[in-house]
């Protein structure tokens, strides 16, 4: 126990830390709340299941097992830690044992031992991968990507040094204590406290010494243990430690959304919307503000980023350090209520990085701690497109075609149908009692190539007796590319008319062959008086495979096959098994890519790239992915989007091959034969 002068001083320490840490956590929590948005009303539901994520960490149980495994055993560590400073201050001031002599005092003081020497171990692991193994080149921002000058010039590696250093230090010391502890216990009883291993082994290196060293060695190393505790906590909004709090934190706020990428529609009839996207980084939503706190710095969403990886100036995980790096540099004026000096684009990102993006959804799924790196992008381009009419002009005649003539080909809408002549492919009009509806999607029905999957789909459906029909000419792009490219006024004019349509026909089901459609139609109308029950076209497939609809022959499959999952259909939307279904319904011989179902490799046309050149890089997202497939072996490479159908025709062009690009449903028609 501490003597009343100890206690004194350690009481002065304490006021003297909280009110130096006081105004850095308020600064922070007055920038949140000038963050765009309602705020979200938590209940105890949604509390338990973030607490239950921030405990044991599902999400970080994706890739880098053995750095996961390192990092768990820091962080339960750490987190068992709140409880035992906790007992260590009651302990200093009271004559008492915390939680008694007990089973609980007993579980709780193994326990405590065993995550001393797991934290220490973890943390010695992390620093050396750090700064001294080869592994160290996955925690590094490449040279082309913007990043704060206060990052690059080793702002990073400071803030890891001091985080390091001092987790290693309180634990260290703490531990230490208890060894001196148990020899005194030994001094006076013969024995140590065997319920701590570990503490119990090293307290031996103190035999021989007296009382009143053991006594010395306990108290110095109580104060240095806590004393570093009230040193760091002034920091600790400022560190990259930070992420333990805010990354509970960010769980209990992250939207509930139908699917990982679907987006909140901008609401054009409030006459007091004046500001539309986010310019500078007050005007972010305050879930993307907590993300920059939240943000551990692992670069595990660039090691996703289709973009990065193929060397573009874009990183998520910059992203999120830059904010977190200028909010710190400017947190007082923030707090203040100042406006900032900068845009993002001044310091976030370039406007390369921002038109880099996919919308692949990779660094949002790969995430930890719940980061939305892509929601930034995506306001980022709202802004830019509807407030500042900067965007590159290759979109243009994109956005020219969805609003005169309702697709991104700019073909007269009087051209939709004319993939379907001589075919049967009733409209809604000729079968308004039709089971599903069709939605054909832009592809289908205007590019060369994506039409063979629409004359194979009808073909197929008609083949299993599917009492189908599209709309014909009332049909229009649903907006996506729009959407995602930023242009949300034209996504909402194309939306409020798809929406008037489908409510008056009122399909009992759709099914689309695009991905994109799915996801737009099936998650993101709902939000504006659209909800619809969609499916995918392989999943309709599936289920007619598994009702022995599809007459399919049996022989020796041509080849091997390799599916290449849509970001917007497997890790967008978790329609992965179906496809796979389909294929072995052919009994075709699938082997898989490394990267695949919810991981998949994009396949670079998603995010309104379809229509505009490719950012500068190292490589093509589509050639990148193409090698990825041929280096399988296998004859075939199966799609099942129009996009991915076009990039992949492209990449296998290219590279000279021979390798087969076929949709999943132009397999099953080709299976079929002239018998449908």
Known sequence: MLSIAEKVLF???????????????????????????????????????????????????????????????????????????LGDVLQGYFPVQFLGAGAVGVAYRFLADVFSVSVLVGMVWFLLRRFALGSRRQLVIRENVKVMEAARAGGITRDSVIVGVFILAHVGFRFLGETFTLAQERLHTGHGDPGQPFAHAVSGLWEGLDESALVVGQHVSWWLALGLILAFVPYFPYSKHFHLIMSGVNFLVKPDRPSLGALDPVDFEDEAL?????????????????????????????????????????????????????????LAALAAGEASAETMLDFALSESALWACTTCGACVDICPVGNEPMFDLLHLRRHQVLMESAFPQELQPAFRGMERNGNPWNRSAADRMAWAEGRSVPTIDENPDAELLW???????????????????????????????????????????????????????????????????????????????????????????????????????????????????????????????PCYLGRHNGVVDEPREVLDALRLPVVEMPRHGTKSFCCGAGGAQMWKEEEPGAAAVNATRFDEAAATGAQTLAVGCPFCLTMMDDASKAAGEGMAVKDVVEIVAERLGDRA
Request: proline content about 4%; glycine content about 8%; overall charge positive.
């Open 274 to 330: 004046e500001q539309i996207g986010v310019a500078r980084i007050e005007d972010l939503p305050r879930k993307h503000l907590i993300d920059a706190y939240a943000c551990i710095m692992c670069n595990r969403c660039q090691d996703a980023c289709p973009a990065y990886v193929t060397g573009k100036e874009l990183s998520p995980a910059a992203l999120e350090v830059n904010k977190r790096y200028y909010l710190n540099l400017n």
């Open 439 to 565: 939605w054909v999607g832009c592809a289908p029905s205007y590019d060369p190539r994506a039409q063979r999957t629409a004359q194979a789909l009808a073909k197929v459906m008609n083949a299993a007796g599917v009492r189908f029909a599209v709309l014909g000419g009332r049909e229009s792009c649903t907006g996506d590319s729009a959407r995602r490219a930023g242009n949300e006024y034209l996504f909402y004019e194309r939306a409020q008319a798809n929406i008037e349509t489908l409510n008056e026909v009122a399909p009992k089901r759709i099914v689309t062959t695009c991905p994109h459609c799915l996801h737009t139609l099936g998650k993101e109308y709902a939000a504006m008086g659209g909800a619809y029950e969609v499916i995918h076209h392989t999943q309709l497939l599936a289920e007619l495979a598994a009702a022995g609809k599809l007459d399919l022959p049996g022989g020796e499959a041509s080849g091997a096959v390799t599916f290449h999952d």
């Open 11 to 85: 009481a002065i320490a304490v006021m003297g830390s909280a009110s130096l840490a006081y105004r850095g956590f308020s600064n922070v929590v007055k920038v949140i709340r000038r963050g765009t948005g309602e705020p979200l009303k938590v209940d105890l539901d949604r509390f338990f299941r973030a607490l239950g994520q921030w405990i044991i960490m599902k999400p970080i149980w994706k890739t880098r097992t053995l750095a996961d495994v390192f990092h768990v055993m820091i962080a339960w560590g750490f987190v068992f830690y709140f409880l035992v400073n």
